[in-house]
C-alpha cells in the first residue's frame, strides 16, 4: 500500500507538471482514427521539426477525442496561454503551427478548432462550445484524446483505481450495491442490468469463475469500443477487475477482435504496468483477492460477439453460438460460471464505485442510467465518437452534434445498433434514446452504432447492404439463420434488380418473423431488423421497387434512369468529364444530355452536379 | 422431479431431461432431423420448435436442446411451431430438393411449393447442415475427423485442411446417422471403408459392432463385438450405454472361465462347410455369382441380406439362369473328402422351388452324381422337383465355369445323354461338403473322445452304441459325429438326451470292477506310481499298529477316482499294485496261452 | 514243448507268431474294427487286450520273447488321444528305453515294434499287420530263447 500511495504521488505530480510545463507540449491524436487519417505523418514530421531546429518541445501521442471528422487532431499546450486544439492537420500546418504558434505568436485561428482549458486566445472559441461538443457529457471517455494511454501514471493521477481499491475496503456486496443503485444496463446491446449479471455468476456454483471483457466490436461503422481501448484501456481493466472482485472470479480474459492491433497493444502495455504495480496478479495488495487477465486475439466473426459464440472461440473451438439455456453465468468457459460484459459497461464502473452508483443514476433516463458512446457516421456533417445522457433525442445527436446531412440533403433515416438493429424515420427523431425506446421503434441501442442517411439513400439497398453482411457472418449453424437470411437476400436483390414481384414484401415480413423467433443465437434473432424497419417506415419505398420498377434514391442501378433538367443545367461540364461511359454530351454554358443507352447509372453525374440538375426519373 | 404440460397433458420428467423428452413420454410426435440420442444435442435444424406459453421466457424453442423446467406449460404444435416448421422445411426443401427425407416431411406439413430460388450447384446437396455427423465424430467417437468448414451458406461438412486424415477411424458412424443419408465416409477417410461383415449372412451385409447375433438368438439379446467397437478401440462413443434406458451395457465385463460340474456331457458342435475356392474350376471367389448353398439360403431368406431378393451380387439384378452343382469336395477321393455330406441333394431340391418362387420365368440347372434320396418321402419330393420341371437335373460334372460377359459359363458333362453341356448362367450355387467345426479336435482331446480322419467324432460301437462315446457321460448328437440332415440330428440328439437322463438319474454310480489294488505288505513307499496317475487317486495311507504306532506309509488307489488304466501298475517295483481283470498273472496266463 | 521247438527249426514249416498288446480303446478298436469292415490280414499276430498301452510292462514283451513271439508289437492311442489321458505317454517313453536293452537282452530290436492305431483306423490296422509280418518273415525266425523253452526255465 505504501509503495502505491508514492506512486499516486509521483504520477500526479508528473501530471500536474505536464498540465503546467514549462516547455510546449504537443499532444498528437494517435489513436487508429488519427493515424488512418494521417496522424503518423504528422507525428514524423513535428519530429524531424523539432529536432531540426533544436527547440525543447515535448511531443505525446494520445488516444482519440472523438472529433474523427477533425482527424488528425493536435492540442498544442504553450506555457501560459490556453490550449489550443487544432483540426485536420497535415504534416504541412503541424510545421505551421510549431513554426509561426509554438514558436511565435500567431495562433493559427483558421485551424484551430477551440481552447480546451481555460483562458481566452484571439479569435479562438472554447472547444466545449463547438456544436460537436455542446450538449456531450463525457465520463466514459473522459480521459480518451487526454493521457497517454501507454504511461499509467496519467491514469492513476485522474484517479485511477481509486473505484478498485474503495471495492476492495468496502467489500464485494456494498459495491454490488452500488452497480444495482447506478442502475447501469449493459452497453453492448441488449441492455441488461449489469448487477443482476453479476450476481447471477455470483450467486452460479461451480469454481474457479471467470470474466470477460467482449471487445469484438463488429458492427460496421461502430468504434466505440476501440477508441475506449486505444485511449483509456487502463478503465477497463479497473472495471474488471472491480467485476471480477465482486463475482469471485480469478481470471479474466479480453476478447478483442484481431483487427484491432493497436488496441491490442495498448491494453497488452496497459496489463503488464498494472501487474507490475501489484493492481493484477496474486494477492493483490495483501487483500487476498487474485486476478489474473489475458488477452485472446479474435480472428474477426460478427457472430463472436454472441456470448457462446465468443466462449467457444476462447476454448479455441469454431465460433458457434450454443442453444441457451444453460446462460453462462451458470456454465460459460469450460463449463464454469462466466459473466461478460462489453469494453464500455466495463469501462463505466470504475467512476459508479468511485463517485457512488447515485451519481451515475443521476443522469439519464427512468430505466436508462448514465451515458452512452455512439459512433456517428453516414451522411452527417460531423462524423466522431459522442456521449451523451440517455434520453437525448436522436435530433440532438443528428443535427445540434452532427450538423445534420450533408449538402443540405434531406434527412432520411438513422440506422442504429448495426446490423442487428433498425432504421429510425425522421419522424421519431424526437424520440429520447434509450434502450426501451429504441426496441419499441423497431430498433436497438446495440453497441451504439448511428449511421445517417438521407434522401439519395434508398432503403431497400440499405436492408440488402446489412443482410449480405449478415448472410456473410452467420455462422451457419441453425437453419433459421443461415437459410432464411440468405433467402431474404435473395428477395431482396430480386427486388432492387427490379425482379420484385407482388407478395414479396409480405415474404419478406413472413421469413422475417420466422428467423426472428426461430434462430438459435441473437445474430439471427435480430438480423431480419434492417429489413423490418425499413418495411414498417419505408413501405413505399420498397412498393416503388416492386410495382413501378423505379428507386428513387438513384441507387439501385437496375431501377435507375438519369436524366438531366435542362433548366436546373448551367452547362458547368463536371458530369460530361467525369462520365465513365461517355453518355453526357452538351455544349459548354448549354444544357447537357444523357445518353440513356449508353449510360451505366454509375450516379457519378449524380453525385458530381453543383446544381443538382441531375435528377432520377 | 419436473413437472411441466404438454398440450394441456401433465408431465414428470427427471431434472436435466429435454423438453423433447417429456414431450415423448407424453405420447407427443415431434419431428427431429439433427437430434440423435446418442449425441449431444445443437438445436441446429429447428424443425423440433415448440412453443413455451408459460412458465419460462415465452416464444418458440428447440425441443431437443431445451431443458424442462418446472411449471412450463408447452405446445407443440400451436399455429406459431407449425408456421416456424413449415417455413425451416421450406427452407431445407430450396436448400436439398433433392432430399427424400426432406420432401416427405414437407408433404406431411402440406408444403406444395417454396416461394423462393432454389440452390442449385454446389450447395444444392442432401447435406441439411445438421451437423450431426461431425458433432457425433467430435464428442461420440472422439476421432475429431470432420468438421465444418466456411461459415452461412457457404458452411460445408470437410475435414481439418480439406486433408484425408488418419484420425478417421472409419467407423461410419457419421453415415449412420445422417438424417438425409447425404454423406459418405469414403470421401473423408484415407484407408478403405471396411465394413464390419455379418456373420450370420455369410458376409453379404454388414453388422454394426453392437448387434444381435442372428434373429429370434437365444438369449435374444445384443452384445459388443470388442475388436470393432470404437469404445474399445478408442476409449471414446459410450452411446449405447447412454441411450439404454435399462442401464443393461456395462463395458466392464469380460470373457470369463465357468465352471460346472455335471454328470454328464452331449457334444453337439456341428458342422461347416468347406471352402470351396480351392477347386479352382468352380471359380468360387473369383467370380462373384459363384456362391455356396450357405450364401443363397441366405440371399433367398427373407431376414437375409437383401431381405428375400433375390439378386445377383455383380448388378443387383434378379438371375434369370442358375446352376447348381452338387457334391463340391464330397465324395472326392482326391483333395476332397471321400463321404457323402448327405444333405445336399436334398437341400438342392429345395433350392431349385425357392428359386423358381422368386424368379418366375428363370431358368435352373442342377448338375449331380447320385440323388440320394433316402429318407421319408426324400425320394418323391425329388421326383416332384424333376416332374414339375422346377429344374433339369443333369447327371455328370462340371469341369469349368468362366465368365463370358455378364454370364457365367458353365461346361459339365451330362452322362446320360454322354455329351458335353454348356450354360450360360447368372448364378452358380455350389454344395460343399460338410466338415466337422473347426476346433473339434480340441475338444475331443479335452473330451477323450476320439475322432476319425476327418475330424468327426467317433462313437462307441457303430451299430451297437451309436450316441455313445468311449468316455462315459460323453455322448453325440448331431453333425460333430457324421453328416445328418435335421430328422436324424433330431432323433439322435433325443436319445443322447435320454442316455444323459438315464446315467445321471441314478443315486448311485457303477463303475468298471477293473481298477488297481495295493498290496500293502509288499509295498515300501516310493509313490512312483502316484506321478503316473494322471486321475490323482493314489495317495498316501499310513499303517499302525494296536497300539497306534506307525510302521509304514504306502500307497492307496481311491476307488472311486481310479479308471484302470495300469499305468501304476507297470510303474511298480515291487510289484505291489495289480490291476483287476488284469492282474500280472492273469496277463502271463494269456501269454502263454497264445503259444500252446 | 520240444516238439514245438523242432517245429520252429524247420524253415519250410516255420510260421511266424506275433504278439501284440493293444489298449482298450484305440488300438484294440481299431482291430476290431477291422474285423467288422472285412479288412483281412495275416493270422500270424495274436493279441492281448490290455486297458492301456501304458499298462504294458517290459516283463510282458520278454515273457512274449521267450515263449516263441517272433515280434511284439505294442500299439495304443495316438498321442494326445488317450483314453486315460497320458498312459500312452508313460508308454512311449517306457519302452523306447526298453528297446534299447534289448540287444543287452539279446534280442534284435527290429523285433519290437511300437505304433498308434485309433479306433478309426481299422484300414491301418489291416496294413499294420500286412507290413511286420512281412518283416518279421525276412527276419526269420527267433531262436535266441529256444534253450531256455527247452530247459523249461520260464514256466
Known amino acids: ?617 | 422431479m419436473i413437472k411441466l404440460t404438454i398440450d394441456g397433458q401433465q408431465v414428470e420428467v427427471e431434472p436435466g431431461r429435454t423438453i423433447l423428452d417429456a414431450a415423448k413420454l407424453a405420447g407427443r410426435e415431434i419431428p427431429t432431423l439433427c437430434h440423435h440420442p446418442a449425441v449431444p444435442p445443437a438445436g441446429a435444424c429447428r424443425i423440433c420448435v415448440v412453443e413455451i406459453v408459460a412458465g419460462g421466457r415465452p416464444g418458440l424453442v428447440p425441443s431437443c436442446a431445451y431443458p424442462a423446467q418446472d411449471g412450463m406449460e408447452i405446445q407443440t404444435c400451436s399455429e406459431r411451431v407449425l408456421q416456424s416448421r413449415r417455413m425451416t422445411l421450406q427452407l431445407l426443401l430450396a436448400r436439398s430438393p433433392g432430399s427424400e427425407v426432406i420432401q416427405e416431411m414437407a408433404a406431411e406439413h402440406g408444403i406444395k411449393e417454396i416461394p423462393f430460388p432454389k440452390q442449385t450447384g454446389e450447395s444444392g446437396d442432401d447435406c441439411i447442415m445438421c451437423g450431426l455427423c461431425v458433432r457425433l465424430c467430435q464428442q461420440i467417437v472422439g476421432a475429431s475427423a470432420i468438421c465444418f468448414d466456411g461459415r452461412g451458406p457457404d458452411r460445408k461438412v470437410s475435414t481439418p485442411y480439406a486433408d484425408r486424415s488418419d484420425v478417421c477411424l472409419g467407423c461410419g458412424a457419421c453415415a449412420f446417422v445422417c438424417p438425409t443419408g447425404a454423406i459418405d465416409p469414403a470421401e473423408y477417410c484415407p484407408n478403405p471403408i471396411e465394413k464390419i461383415p455379418n456373420e450370420f449372412n455369410c458376409g453379404l451385409d454388414s453388422r454394426t459392432p453392437i448387434h444381435l447375433p442372428f434373429p429370434q438368438a437365444v438369449p435374444n439379446k445384443p452384445l459388443i463385438d470388442r475388436e470393432n467397437c470404437i469404445r474399445f478401440k478408442t476409449g471414446g462413443c459410450g452411446a449405447c450405454a447412454d441411450i439404454c434406458p435399462a442401464g443393461a451395457i456395462n463395458y466392464d465385463m469380460t470373457d470369463e472361465f465357468v465352471e460346472e460340474d455335471v454328470g454328464a456331457i452331449i457334444v453337439a458342435t456341428g458342422y461347416e462347410i468347406m471352402d470351396p475356392s480351392v477347386y479352382e474350376e468352380y471359380g468360387y471367389g473369383r467370380y462373384p455369382d459363384v456362391v455356396t448353398s450357405l450364401e443363397f439360403e441366405r440371399m433367398v431368406s427373407a431376414s437375409g441380406p437383401s431381405n428375400g431378393e433375390l439378386t445377383r451380387l455383380s448388378n443387383g439384378k434378379p438371375p434369370k439362369s442358375i446352376v447348381f452343382l452338387q457334391c463340391i469336395g464330397s465324395r472326392r477321393e482326391k483333395n476332397g473328402k471321400p463321404y457323402c455330406s448327405k444333405i445336399c441333394c436334398m437341400y438342392t431340391a429345395k433350392h431349385t422351388i425357392l428359386y423358381k418362387h422368386k424368379v418366375h420365368d428363370g431358368q435352373a440347372f442342377v448338375f449331380f452324381m447320385d440323388v440320394r434320396a433316402g429318407g421319408k418321402n426324400y425320394d418323391q419330393f425329388v421326383r416332384r422337383v424333376v416332374k414339375e420341371k422346377q429344374a433339369t437335373y443333369l447327371r455328370g460334372r462340371v469341369s469349368k465355369v468362366y465368365a463370358r460377359g455378364d454370364k457365367l459359363m458353365v461346361r459339365g458333362a451330362d452322362t446320360l445323354s454322354g455329351t458335353q453341356i454348356e450354360i450360360a448362367a447368372e448364378m452358380v450355387v455350389l454344395a460343399p461338403a460338410l466338415v466337422p467345426s473347426s476346433g473339434i479336435r480340441d475338444l475331443s482331446q479335452k473330451l477323450r473322445v476320439g475322432y476319425d480322419e476327418h475330424g468327426f467324432l467317433l462313437e462307441a460301437h457303430p451299430k451297437l452304441r451309436p450316441v455313445d462315446t468311449n468316455t462315459a457321460g460323453v455322448f453325440l448328437a448331431g453333425a460333430c459325429h457324421s453328416p445328418k440332415d435335421i430328422p436324424e440330428s433330431v432323433a439322435q440328439a433325443g436319445a443322447a438326451a435320454s442316455k444323459a437322463l438315464g446315467l445321471i438319474c441314478h443315486t448311485r454310480l457303477s463303475r468298471e470292477p477293473t481298477i488297481g489294488i495295493v498290496d500293502e505288505s509288499s509295498c515300501n513307499g516310493c509313490f512312483e506310481c502316484e506321478g503316473v496317475c494322471a486321475y490323482g487317486a493314489i495317495g498316501p495311507r499310513e499303517l499302525t499298529d494296536k497300539k497306534g504306532n506307525l510302521l509304514a506309509t504306502v500307497a492307496f488307489i481311491n476307488e472311486g477316482l481310479c479308471q484302470g488304466c495300469g499305468a501304476c501298475a507297470a510303474t511298480c517295483r515291487s510289484k505291489s499294485i495289480e490291476v483287476q481283470g488284469y492282474r500280472d498273472d492273469q496277463l502271463f496266463a494269456a501269454i502263454n496261452a497264445i503259444h500252446r | 514243448m520240444i516238439q514245438q521247438a523242432s517245429d520252429s527249426t524247420d524253415n519250410s514249416k516255420w510260421q511266424p507268431r506275433i504278439v501284440a498288446f493293444l489298449c482298450n480303446w484305440c488300438s484294440y478298436a481299431g482291430a476290431d474294427l477291422a474285423g467288422m469292415s472285412r479288412f483281412a490280414y495275416p493270422a500270424a499276430i495274436k493279441i492281448v487286450r490290455l486297458p492301456c498301452s501304458g499298462r504294458v510292462d517290459p516283463m510282458f514283451i520278454i515273457k512274449s520273447f521267450e515263449q516263441g513271439a517272433d515280434l511284439v508289437l505294442v500299439s495304443g492311442c495316438h498321442p494326445g488321444d488317450c483314453h486315460y489321458t497320458s498312459g500312452n505317454y508313460h508308454a512311449r517313453r517306457k519302452l523306447l528305453a526298453f528297446r534299447e536293452l534289448m540287444t543287452f537282452l539279446g534280442i534284435d530290436p527290429r523285433r519290437f515294434k511300437i505304433s498308434w492305431v485309433s479306433a478309426a483306423e481299422g484300414a491301418k490296422w489291416s496294413s499294420l499287420v500286412k507290413e511286420i509280418t512281412a518283416e518279421v518273415i525276412a527276419l526269420g525266425p527267433f531262436e535266441n530263447y529256444s534253450k531256455l523253452r527247452a530247459g523249461g526255465i520260464a514256466e
Open chain 1, 1 to 617: 500500500m505504501k509503495s502505491l500511495d508514492k506512486y499516486y504521488l509521483e504520477a500526479t505530480d508528473r501530471w500536474q507538471t505536464l498540465q503546467t510545463s514549462s516547455v510546449p507540449v504537443l499532444y498528437v491524436g494517435a489513436a487508429t482514427c488519427g493515424r488512418a487519417a494521417g496522424a503518423g505523418d504528422v507525428i514524423k514530421r513535428l519530429q524531424a521539426e523539432i529536432r531540426d531546429k533544436h527547440v525543447d518541445v515535448k511531443l505525446v501521442e494520445v488516444g482519440c477525442l472523438g472529433l474523427c471528422c477533425f482527424e488528425p487532431l493536435v492540442v498544442v499546450h504553450k506555457p501560459g496561454s490556453p490550449q489550443v486544439c487544432y483540426g485536420k492537420v497535415d504534416p504541412d500546418k503541424s510545421a505551421g503551427i510549431l513554426e509561426r504558434y509554438v514558436l511565435g505568436t500567431d495562433p493559427c485561428a483558421k485551424w484551430a478548432l477551440g481552447t480546451t482549458t481555460d483562458g481566452r486566445l484571439d479569435g479562438v472559441g472554447k472547444l466545449s462550445e463547438h456544436p460537436m461538443m455542446t450538449g456531450q457529457v463525457r465520463h466514459v471517455l473522459r480521459n480518451c484524446g487526454v493521457i497517454d494511454p501507454k504511461d499509467m501514471g496519467h491514469y492513476m493521477a485522474r484517479d485511477g483505481y481509486r473505484g478498485f481499491l474503495r471495492a476492495l475496503e468496502v467489500g464485494p456486496d456494498k459495491t454490488l450495491e452500488e452497480v444495482k443503485k447506478s442502475g447501469l444496463r449493459g452497453r453492448g446491446g441488449a441492455g441488461f442490468p449489469t448487477w443482476q449479471k453479476w450476481q447471477f455468476c455470483r450467486k452460479a456454483a461451480g469454481e474457479p469463475k471467470y470474466v470477460i471483457c467482449n471487445a469484438d466490436e463488429g458492427d460496421p461503422g461502430a468504434f466505440m469500443d476501440r477508441s475506449i481501448m486505444e485511449g483509456d484501456p487502463y478503465s477497463v481493466l479497473e472495471g474488471m477487475a472491480i467485476g471480477a472482485f465482486v463475482i469471485g472470479a480469478e481470471n479474466g480474459y479480453i476478447y478483442v477482435r484481431g483487427e484491432y492491433p493497436l488496441a491490442i497493444n495498448n491494453l497488452s502495455i496497459a496489463i503488464e504496468q498494472t501487474r507490475s504495480m501489484g493492481l493484477l496478479g496474486d494477492d493483490i495488495l495483501g487483500s487476498g483477492f487474485s486476478f489474473n487477465l489475458e488477452i485472446v486475439k479474435g480472428a474477426g466473426a460478427f457472430v463472436c460477439g454472441e456470448e457462446t459464440a465468443l466462449i467457444a472461440s476462447v476454448q479455441g473451438d469454431i465460433g458457434s453460438p450454443r442453444q441457451r439455456p444453460p446462460y453462462p453465468a451458470q456454465a460459460g468457459l469450460w463449463g464454469k460460471p462466466t459473466n461478460i460484459n462489453n469494453v464500455e459497461t466495463w469501462s463505466n464502473v470504475p467512476a459508479i464505485i468511485r463517485q457512488g452508483g447515485d451519481q451515475f443514476a443521476g443522469s439519464g433516463t427512468d430505466r436508462s442510467k448514465g451515458t452512452k458512446v455512439f459512433s456517428l457516421v453516414g451522411k452527417v456533417k460531423n462524423t466522431g465518437l459522442v456521449e451523451v445522457p440517455m434520453g437525448t433525442t436522436m435530433r440532438q445527436i443528428v443535427f445540434d452534434i452532427g450538423g445534420g446531412p450533408q449538402k443540405k440533403r434531406q434527412f432520411k433515416a438513422v440506422q442504429s445498433g448495426g446490423p442487428s438493429g433498425g432504421c429510425i424515420p425522421a419522424s421519431l427523431l424526437d424520440l429520447p434514446i434509450d434502450f426501451d425506446k429504441l426496441q419499441e421503434a423497431g430498433a436497438m441501442m446495440g453497441s451504439g452504432g448511428l449511421i445517417v442517411m438521407d434522401e439519395r439513400t434508398c432503403m431497400v439497398d440499405v436492408a440488402k447492404y446489412f443482410l449480405a453482411f449478415l448472410v456473410d457472418e452467420s455462422c451457419g449453424k441453425c437453419t433459421a439463420c443461415r437459410e432464411g437470411v440468405a433467402q431474404m437476400h435473395n428477395v431482396l436483390v430480386r427486388i432492387c434488380e427490379g425482379d420484385g414481384r407482388d407478395g414479396d414484401i409480405e415474404l419478406l415480413e413472413q421469413l422475417g418473423s420466422y428467423v426472428k423467433e426461430t434462430s438459435l443465437c441473437q445474430l439471427g434473432g435480430t438480423a431480419p431488423n434492417p429489413v423490418l424497419s425499413t418495411i414498417r417506415y419505408f413501405r413505399d419505398e420498397y412498393e416503388t421497387h416492386i410495382r413501378e420498377k423505379k428507386c428513387r434514391a438513384g441507387v439501385c442501378k437496375s431501377l435507375v434512369r438519369f436524366v438531366i433538367d435542362a433548366e436546373a443545367c448551367k452547362g458547368c461540364g463536371l458530369c460530361l468529364r467525369d462520365c465513365p461511359a461517355e453518355a453526357v454530351s452538351g455544349e459548354k454554358q448549354e444544357p447537357h444530355q444523357i445518353n440513356a443507352e449508353l449510360c451505366v447509372q454509375c450516379g457519378v453525374c449524380y453525385e458530381d452536379c453543383p446544381f443538382d440538375a441531375v435528377t432520377v426519373e
